[in-house]
């Protein structure tokens, strides 16, 4: 079974920065892409970073791109997602999820899912 744990969520103002965390059980957590999804109030869930088993071939949406960076320390389990320049439309529930396998991954839905954390940017 794989669980998976968010941290890091919080309030922000706009130009802030907040680090989310997403801790892993499991011994495959290596051998799988890992992926971070978000879903604001009213709004469907939307992918927002994408990276590989060996941390290659970061993928980001196009709304996050440039301010978003997504790493992962296999040693550790654990995933992250650095948010700089945050913007009140980043507001949401941040999912990390695992892909589907070591490199690929869906950008619409997964098979494990953390609880999610939530984060929140006041104008």
């Known amino acids: 079974q794989v669980q998976l744990v968010e941290f890091g969520g919080g309030l922000v103002q706009a130009g802030g920065s907040l680090r989310l965390s997403c801790a892993a059980s499991g011994r495959t957590f290596s051998s799988y892409s890992m992926v971070w999804f978000r879903q604001a109030p009213g709004k469907e869930r939307e992918f927002v970073a994408a990276?590989?088993?060996?941390?290659?071939?970061?993928d980001y949406a196009e709304s996050v791109k440039g301010r978003f960076t997504i790493s992962r320390d296999n040693a550790k389990n654990k995933v992250y997602l650095q948010m700089n320049s945050l913007k009140p439309e980043d507001t949401a529930v941040y999912y990390c999820?695992?892909?589907?396998?070591?490199?690929?991954?869906?950008?619409?839905?997964?098979?494990?899912w953390g609880q999610g954390t939530q984060v929140t940017v006041s104008s």
């Open positions: 999820a695992r892909g589907t396998s070591a490199s690929d991954y869906s950008r619409s839905s997964a098979d494990y």
């Open positions: 990276l590989s088993w060996s941390g290659g071939n970061p």
